[in-house]
């Protein structure tokens, strides 16, 4: 069974940093296109990074460059996203997913990922 479990979320200060963990079962990730999403109370979901298991590539969105890291373990099948200096409007479900591929510019287009998990709460607040 495919399945992608992600973890690491919680309530941290403004400022403060979180390591969520994406990690996949049933399958390598092997030339697959990894993202995170992000969804804040009674918004849409958005696509915060992306990494191409194949040769490394990332994306992110302007919100979160140079704050928040993409990395993957190819040897624990597992992505990571390091998020540091963390802001209230980065409050919300954090969701990885993963499609056969390379991520691309289009890498924020949730309707293109086949395989996602349940997601992991994070909330920054005071």
């Known amino acids: 069974q495919l399945q992608l479990v992600e973890s690491g979320g919680g309530l941290v200060q403004p400022g403060g940093s979180l390591r969520l963990s994406c990690a996949a079962s049933g399958f390598t990730l092997d030339y697959y296109a990894i993202g995170w999403f992000r969804q804040a109370p009674g918004k849409e979901r958005e696509g915060v990074s992306c990494i191409s298991s194949s040769d490394g590539t990332t994306y992110y969105a302007d919100s979160v460059k140079g704050r928040f890291t993409i990395s993957i373990d190819n040897a624990t099948n597992t992505v990571y996203l390091q998020m540091n200096s963390l802001k209230v409007e980065d409050t919300g479900v954090f969701y990885c997913?993963?499609?056969?591929?390379?991520?691309?510019?289009?890498?924020?287009?949730?309707?293109?990922?086949?395989?996602w998990g349940q997601g992991t709460h994070v909330t920054v607040s005071s």
């Open positions: 997913a993963a499609v056969p591929g390379w991520c691309s510019g289009s890498y924020s287009s949730d309707g293109d990922y086949d395989y």
